[in-house]
Structures are given as structure tokens and as C-alpha cells.
């Protein structure tokens, strides 16, 4: 069980040395029980403590990775139930399935695209986790083998102990792929498969107490790291069986439940209802899902909603204050002015890249504030403004000055007049959507 700060103190060595940054031994215990500090930070803890402090110290659901070729899919190392207690860690990883009974050019093709799927999203790029090869009869080791030839991507490997024997030859030293599943019938010959490539092993079954029953043996037999697999397809089955894995991993520190989970939207086998099991699992706990269809409208949406949810809400998102230069501006075009809100910064990018208007963007520091938000919060003002103007050359770049205002900051108007004397300054338009047309007609 988890131990409590002050049983934790009790284990520090109580020196109040700071070098853990915090001002006291007790404040770094009471922060290490909440689980939002590392042990390592502190530099006198005795070897015999640190091992007792490791229960305290571990994540309630342990980390597990699935990796190959320098991409890497991270489950786990949660440490909420709700993302507005903390945060949530690691993203889910949206895998795409192929069959082994399908041909190596039918799976090329399948894997081809998956693999080749970036896009852009506030600045951050988007893209599918990896490859799940499915034993259905067929040549399993020659399915892996063809999956290799298409992508690097990191794979999940299904099928019985022998057969995923044969995938497992198949790739490099360096792949950490996750098998699946130990049952109550294979876990002895899957726990010793998994012991001899050293990688993670799913944990399948149909309800919570044979599956704790299960990790008890599989760890008793020396594994360590595994993935739970309830076998529920149902949208309130999966919803039920996940939340109460996790919410005995985080409330109860039930380590035999402590692990990331992995869901089977494609299992169910209709698009529409895999894709709509697939948000639910983004949702509420599912730490790989394996769908069987792919589509870049479906994908974008499924990716768009994983980062909106793994996104930290404390720390909005945003781009890097300075001069952003949009379709080759020139010495006479103008200035637009916006906040480092990644949002609004591409509102107002990718409407004027769109009609291929050239404009100069000027993105002051605003701590990822939007634009009223930031106005009325003190960091969206004249001052500001011309400071940054100044800080990042924008009187350089330009002969004839001109500088535009969000239109919902026409109050900053006379303000920023005074502080950049030598510029004319305007007001555009409220939205980003009128900006073109703004430009266009009255500029």
C-alpha cells in the first residue's frame, strides 16, 4: 500500500538540506506521497530507505513502452483519474491491425499510408502510434516480415506463444514490441516467451479477479511489465471494465492493477460503432487501441481529440513570441498583431496563407493567453506590444510602418500611437475570417 507523507518522513534523513527544492524534508515528503515528485531528487536518502520508499515513489500505473527505430508509444505512468486534478502523461497509441492471412502486398498497402499519416495541429504534429499484426491462420512470420518492409513503426504482435515466436524473429534487437494475450490456458508458455525477448506481455481476461489472478502468476513467474486486455467490446462494457482497473490502480494504489490498458474498437467489426469506441477509450483510460479501419478524416479526428485531452490544461498551448513571415511579405506590407495562443496564432496564419496575402505577424509573449483574455489579464497592452516590436526588429523589416490590432483591443489604439510614434496604427477586424477582406479593401 501507499505510504503516507509522514511515513515517508519518517524514512528521509530529515537534513532540511534543500537540495530537493523544497525548503523542508516534510514539504518533499508530502509532495513525493502526492506522487508529483521523483525520489532521485533527493541526494542523502540510505539505500535501505530508497527501497522501501519504492512502492511510494512508483507511479500508481506503471510505465510500459512499445518502441522500435526511435519511435516509441508510452503507456501508463498516470497519476489522476481527471485531467483537471493534474494531468494526464502519456497519449494513447492508435494502432492499425492486419491479418496474417493477407498477402505482403495487401498488407504494404494497408501499412503504407499509416505510416506516411503526419499533420499539423496548433504546431504539433499528429500521427499514428503504430502496426498490430494478427495470427488468423495464416503466415504470421511472414506478415511481420512484410509490416518490417512497410514502416518502423512499433508493433503489437497477437497470437499464440508459437506464432508469435516466429513474428518476434523477425525483427531487430531493438524492437519492443507488446505481445498478446496470456489467458489463463497459455500464461505459462507466453510468460516464458516474454522472458526470453524481454517485452511487455497483455494480460486477457473476462472479468477484474481473474486478471489480478492472472499478473499474480505471470509476476510470480518474473515479469514484471504488462498491459491489461479486458476482453469487453461493448461501449458500457469497456467504459465499466476500464474505469474500475484505474480507479483501483489510482484511489486504492492496487498495484496488480497498476498498468496501462489496451482496448479492440476494430473487434467489434463496424466502422462507425470501432470509431466511436475508440473516442470512448481515448477518453477513459485505454493506453493502446488497435482499430482495423483506417481513414485520414477518422485518424485526424481520433488524433485532435487525444490532444486535446492529453494536452496539460494548466499550460495552454503556444507558439514562440516573435515575427512570423506569411506567403514572402515585403518592406511594404503591414504588421498584424496577435497573442501566443496557438489557436489564435493559426486562425490568423492560416487565413491569410489561404489567400495568399503577404503580411508580416508580429506574436507577442502573452503566456499562451488569447487575445481578450490576455488584454484583460495585463499582458496584452500597448507597453507590450511595442516592446516586442522593438525586441524583435520589426521597425527593420519594414519602410513603410503600418501595425494592425485585433479588432476586440481598439481601445489599445491611442496608447500604442504613443508608444511607436513613427507607426500608423489600425484596428482590424474582430475575427480572424475577415482579415483578408480587411486587407484587401482597406488597407
Known amino acids: 500500500m501507499a505510504l503516507s507523507g509522514i511515513q515517508i518522513y519518517q524514512l528521509l534523513p530529515k537534513t532540511n538540506c534543500k537540495e530537493c527544492g523544497f525548503p523542508t524534508c516534510l514539504a518533499f515528503a508530502m509532495k513525493l506521497a502526492a506522487k508529483q515528485v521523483s525520489l532521485d531528487l533527493c541526494p542523502d536518502v540510505s539505500e535501505e530507505a530508497r527501497a522501501k520508499l519504492a512502492e511510494a515513489a512508483a507511479p500508481p500505473?506503471?510505465?510500459?513502452?512499445?518502441?522500435?527505430?526511435?519511435?516509441?508509444?508510452?503507456?501508463?505512468?498516470?497519476?489522476?483519474?481527471?485531467?483537471h486534478k493534474k494531468r494526464f502523461f502519456s497519449p494513447p497509441g492508435l494502432f492499425i491491425r492486419v491479418y496474417d492471412t493477407q498477402s505482403a502486398d495487401e498488407i504494404k498497402a494497408k501499412v503504407k499510408p499509416v505510416d506516411e499519416y503526419v499533420v499539423d495541429y496548433v504546431g504539433?504534429?499528429?500521427?499514428?502510434?503504430?502496426?498490430?499484426?494478427?495470427?488468423?491462420?495464416?503466415?504470421?512470420?511472414?506478415?511481420?516480415?512484410?509490416?518490417?518492409?512497410?514502416?518502423?513503426?512499433?508493433?503489437?504482435?497477437?497470437?499464440?506463444?508459437g506464432e508469435l515466436k516466429t513474428g518476434l524473429e523477425k525483427l531487430a534487437d531493438d524492437d519492443t514490441p507488446l505481445l498478446c494475450h496470456a489467458t489463463s490456458e497459455n500464461w505459462q508458455e507466453m510468460a516464458e516467451l516474454a522472458k526470453e525477448y524481454d517485452v511487455p506481455l497483455s494480460v486477457a481476461a473476462d472479468n477484474v479477479d481473474e486478471m489480478v489472478d492472472l499478473v499474480k502468476k505471470l509476476g510470480d513467474a518474473g515479469l514484471k511489465d504488462f498491459v491489461l486486455a479486458p476482453t469487453q467490446r461493448s461501449m458500457l462494457g469497456t467504459l465499466t471494465v476500464n474505469t474500475t482497473i484505474r480507479r483501483m490502480a489510482i484511489q486504492e494504489t492496487f498495484r496488480p492493477?497498476?498498468?496501462?490498458?489496451?482496448?479492440?474498437?476494430?473487434?467489434?467489426?463496424?466502422?462507425?460503432?470501432?470509431?466511436?469506441?475508440?473516442?470512448?477509450a481515448i477518453g477513459k483510460y485505454g493506453s493502446f487501441i488497435v482499430l482495423?479501419?483506417?481513414?485520414?478524416?477518422?485518424?485526424?479526428?481520433?488524433l485532435v481529440l487525444r490532444a486535446n485531452i492529453y494536452t496539460n490544461p494548466q499550460e495552454p498551448i503556444q507558439v514562440t513570441p516573435g515575427i512570423y513571415e506569411l506567403n514572402d511579405p515585403g518592406p511594404e506590407d503591414p504588421f498584424l498583431v496577435t497573442t501566443n495562443f496557438s489557436i489564435t496564432y493559426f486562425s490568423v496564419a492560416n487565413e491569410i496563407?489561404?489567400?495568399?496575402?503577404?503580411?508580416?505577424?508580429?506574436?507577442?509573449?502573452?503566456?499562451?493567453?488569447?487575445?481578450l483574455?490576455?488584454?484583460?489579464?495585463?499582458?496584452?497592452?500597448?507597453e507590450i506590444i511595442a516592446k516586442d516590436a522593438k525586441r524583435f526588429g520589426a521597425p527593420d523589416k519594414v519602410t513603410r510602418k503600418r501595425i494592425i490590432l485585433p479588432g476586440h483591443t481598439a481601445v489599445l489604439s491611442g496608447e500604442l500611437e504613443e508608444e511607436l510614434p513613427d507607426w500608423e496604427v489600425k484596428v482590424g477586424p474582430k475575427e480572424a475570417v475577415d482579415l483578408s477582406a480587411y486587407i484587401k479593401n482597406v488597407l
Open 257 to 280: 492493477l497498476g498498468f496501462p490498458i489496451i482496448n479492440f474498437p476494430g473487434d467489434v467489426g463496424d466502422p462507425i460503432r470501432e470509431v466511436s469506441l475508440a473516442m470512448q
Open 61 to 83: 500505473v506503471r510505465p510500459i513502452t512499445i518502441k522500435s527505430n526511435g519511435h516509441e508509444v508510452k503507456g501508463g505512468n498516470e497519476v489522476v483519474l481527471f485531467r
Open 124 to 161: 504539433m504534429d499528429l500521427s499514428m502510434g503504430g502496426i498490430a499484426v494478427q495470427a488468423n491462420g495464416g503466415d504470421f512470420g511472414a506478415a511481420v516480415e512484410a509490416v518490417r518492409e512497410a514502416t518502423k513503426l512499433p508493433l503489437i504482435l497477437i497470437g499464440s506463444a
Open 373 to 382: 483574455t490576455a488584454w484583460a489579464a495585463g499582458k496584452f497592452d500597448a
Open 292 to 302: 482495423d479501419n483506417f481513414e485520414k478524416a477518422t485518424a485526424y479526428a481520433l
Open 353 to 371: 496563407e489561404s489567400m495568399g496575402i503577404p503580411a508580416w505577424l508580429l506574436v507577442t509573449d502573452s503566456e499562451g493567453m488569447s487575445v
